[in-house]
């Protein structure tokens, strides 16, 4: 059974960064894919970034160039480092993973971005 803890999220000012962290257990974390979601109030979870067990990495569009996700595979541990935050990435972040065959998440981190 995977579990995932989310943590480092809090309120920041327009322009701000967080790095987001999410502790794994339950699973042999380098051979999983990871990504991170967020659920904006009012809206459908979203994909923001996603990073392969091969280190591969995609993003949301409108986080491109801004946010970059990592992994440590000894501490079991991905990031999601955020850097000119606005207002629109005020969201509910969640950390995934597929494994034995389902889906696993946190219960996530709430960012939120304002003055």
């Known amino acids: 059974q995977a579990r995932l803890v989310e943590s480092g999220g809090g309120l920041v000012q327009p322009g701000g960064s967080l790095r987001l962290s999410c502790a794994a257990s339950?699973?042999?974390?380098?051979?999983?894919?990871m990504t991170w979601y967020r659920q904006a109030p009012g809206k459908e979870r979203e994909l923001v970034a996603n990073i392969t067990s091969a280190l591969s990495t995609n993003y949301e569009d409108s986080v491109k160039g801004r946010f970059s996700i990592s992994r440590d595979n000894v501490r079991n541990r991905v990031y999601l480092e955020m850097n000119s935050l606005n207002p629109e990435d005020t969201a509910a972040y969640y950390c995934?993973?597929?494994?034995?065959?389902?889906?696993?998440w946190g219960r996530g981190t709430l960012v939120t971005v304002s003055s």
């Open positions: 995934q993973t597929k494994a034995f065959g389902r889906q696993f």
């Open positions: 339950g699973i042999n974390f380098k051979l999983y894919d």
